[in-house]
């Protein structure tokens, strides 16, 4: 049975720094290597936890030398500070020597600025391992992350085994990799309204395990027949998988041309223009979307397109994704780490890792099947817009897997892959990627905090706070060039400003709120940008 040791630290003024375990064992020193020897020795055959890791090892981190700290922030691994093997993955895991200390507070998800007690960071280390059990994660080794417990188990071990690589399609067909890798990374991030709604004004809705319900239907891809066309028959319009490459027409005039899932650049920014797009790389699926539903046309140059070469298609990341849906039911902390565990497997598709020699791909390296996540949940996104005649007044904005309406829409799914009301909350729609509503914190702000900030002076156009953050080992060297100011507790501005608006916007506003008084009582509409 694993069990856990909690650690604490503090540091005073004078630089003393104390460090005090679970098992009721302290340390005040101001000497880095009596500390670093107390951190190694203090525990055995436990793992060792905390809550924020960079805080935790902040303290300590100051005391040492400028040359072991510049080492620790490159990832060195064969660093030895007085006889103390050193490695630093910062807020996952800290080393010394054998032992290893882990930050847990991400496994609860989410930005918190929470600060439990030394008894609560034990309390939840436990829960942590009782919740792993219980989704089939027994006694792990380490606690760098929910993906790491997953793939260093026996069970994680299997599902890498099973499932496919970019490497298993045959090799003449690899250029399909490189088609995909370009149809990639368009996530859909738009809003088509700036103001304020109140509660009951708009509504909240996503799709429950997006990512992980559309990677549950993808075919092994070593149960597939592959070939290139530069002909859009009915052969490569029925493909299971394809990747295309040519130019749109998206009609600026279609009915739902406001749902349209495709995504190109407009001027600096990722948008939804409609009109004659350029050549790009597209799933097979975006082109029988907007063919289907009269949103325009596609001019295909070629593409590389899969069907079924057996009886019986197996679908590898059915099981795991299930599995691992059904074991969020436990508890919200079983939620957030199955989730964590579903969305990594998924990111993983994409990974590339720093290697001894150079750059790597992860051991999950699938490009096609990435690129088909990521276009069919744009799909199913417009697909819902199209299936509830939303119109582009009543749609505010999107948000990659889910939207806001100002529509309440009764939904009665329940299940992986199934459409959600969230509900309604007070919302400030200001930019792509500014959408401030309940614990939403764009740049660290809340809902809370800007209406505040706009109440107490309405007719100014820019509006700030401080925020509190710890310089991390990193920001030490990168953002402020002096590796001695790790740890330092810094005051930081963060900011709305309405003079720069404009250029924050993916779509055309043709009139924008100049002041937070405006921003909070107009309603802004904007539309597509139309390319000729």
Not at 57 to 71: K, N, Q
Not at 106 to 128: C, I, M, N, Y
Not at 413 to 422: E, H
Request: hydrophobic content about 35%.
């Amino acid at each position: 049975m694993t069990t856990v040791t909690a650690y604490e630290s503090f540091a005073n003024r004078d630089g003393l720094v104390g460090i005090r375990n679970s098992a009721g064992k302290w340390r005040k020193s101001a000497d880095a290597g009596g500390l670093l020897h107390y951190l190694r020795y203090s525990a055995s055959e436990s793992i060792r936890v905390v809550w924020d890791l960079d805080g935790f090892i902040a303290p300590v981190l100051r005391h040492l030398p400028e040359d072991v700290l510049e080492r620790l922030s490159r990832f060195d691994q064969d660093l030895t500070f007085q006889d103390h093997e050193l490695y630093y993955l910062g807020g996952r895991m800290f080393r010394v020597g054998k032992a290893r200390f882990y930050g847990i507070r991400d496994f609860w998800g989410g930005v918190t600025d929470e600060r439990p007690s030394l008894e609560e960071v034990h309390q939840r280390a436990v829960e942590l391992l009782d919740t792993l059990d219980k989704i089939g994660l027994p006694n792990p080794r380490k606690l760098t992350s929910a993906i790491a417990v997953f793939e260093d188990s026996e069970w994680g071990k299997a599902v890498y085994e099973s499932l496919p690589k970019g490497f298993d399609l045959p090799e003449y067909c690899l250029e399909m990799l490189e088609y995909a890798g370009e149809a990639d990374g368009k996530d859909w991030v738009s809003n088509h309204r700036i103001g304020h709604f109140a509660e009951g004004e708009i509504w909240d809705y996503d799709i429950a395990s997006s990512y992980p319900s559309i990677a549950a239907r993808l075919p092994d891809l070593r149960d597939l027949r592959y070939w290139k066309s530069t002909k859009l028959g009915d052969r490569e319009a029925c493909a299971v998988l394809g990747m295309v490459c040519g130019s749109f027409t998206l009609d600026p005039d279609a009915e739902f041309a406001h749902c349209s899932p495709i995504i190109g650049m407009v001027g600096e920014l990722p948008g939804n223009p409609l009109g004659k797009l350029p050549v790009d790389d597209y799933a097979i699926a975006e082109v029988r979307f907007v063919l289907d539903n009269g949103l325009g046309t596609f001019k295909m140059r070629d593409g590389w397109f899969a069907e079924t070469a057996v009886d019986e298609v197996r679908y590898p990341l059915r099981e795991i994704m299930t599995t691992l849906y059904q074991g969020r039911e436990g508890s919200p902390l079983a939620r957030s780490v199955t989730k964590a565990i579903a969305n990594s497997l998924i990111g993983k598709m994409v990974e590339t890792r720093v290697g001894r020699d150079g750059m790597v791909y992860g051991p999950l390296r699938n490009d096609l099947y990435h690129a088909t996540i990521t276009s069919q949940a744009r799909i199913d996104v417009a697909q819902f817009l199209i299936d509830h005649q939303v119109t582009a007044d009543e749609l505010c904005c999107i948000q990659t897997d889910g939207v806001k309406l100002t529509r309440d829409i009764p939904l009665s799914g329940n299940g992986m892959g199934t459409w959600v009301n969230k509900g309604s909350s007070a919302t400030v729609l200001l930019s792509p990627y500014k959408v401030y509503a309940a614990d939403a914190r764009p740049y660290r702000l809340t809902y809370a905090d800007l209406t505040a900030l706009i109440d107490a002076k309405p007719t100014q156009q820019r509006y700030a706070k401080t925020v509190t953050h710890r310089v991390t080992l990193v920001q030490a060297i990168r953002n402020y060039d002096d590796i001695t100011r790790v740890g330092e507790l810094l005051e930081t501005p963060t900011s709305v400003d309405l003079i720069d608006l404009e250029t924050e916007q993916n779509r055309v506003y043709p009139d924008l709120p100049r002041t937070g008084r405006g921003l909070l009582s107009g309603c802004y509409r904007g539309t597509a940008h139309v390319l000729e």
